[in-house]
């Protein structure tokens, strides 16, 4: 995810990797702050099109959006 941010050429982002956050029933998960917006992915191509169209375009991927309830998120 790193190195397809800065092929992307993605700037001012900050990738960390995670253990569960309490959603692993969705499988590989991401969540893009400030907004907040969970997304799941099954490919790389889901990725790099959740960078261009969220992180990069301001559009959020519907395809792959999770409604997450936050009050599950802290165990």
């Known amino acids: 995810m790193c190195?397809?941010?800065m092929v992307l050429g993605v700037r001012r982002v900050r990738i960390n990797h995670a253990g569960?956050?309490?959603v692993c029933?969705?499988?590989p998960t991401m969540v893009i702050y400030p907004e907040g917006v969970w997304y799941r992915y099954e490919?790389?191509?889901d990725v790099?099109?959740?960078l261009r169209s969220h992180v990069m375009g301001g559009r959020h991927v519907e395809r792959l959006?999770?409604?997450i309830d936050p009050?599950?998120?802290h165990g």
Request: aromatic fraction near 0%.
């Open 3 to 5: 190195r397809l941010s």
């Open 20 to 22: 569960c956050m309490n």
């Open 25 to 27: 029933e969705h499988g």
């Open 43 to 45: 490919t790389e191509g």
């Open 48 to 50: 790099e099109e959740i």
């Open 65 to 67: 959006r999770l409604t």
């Open 71 to 73: 009050a599950t998120l």
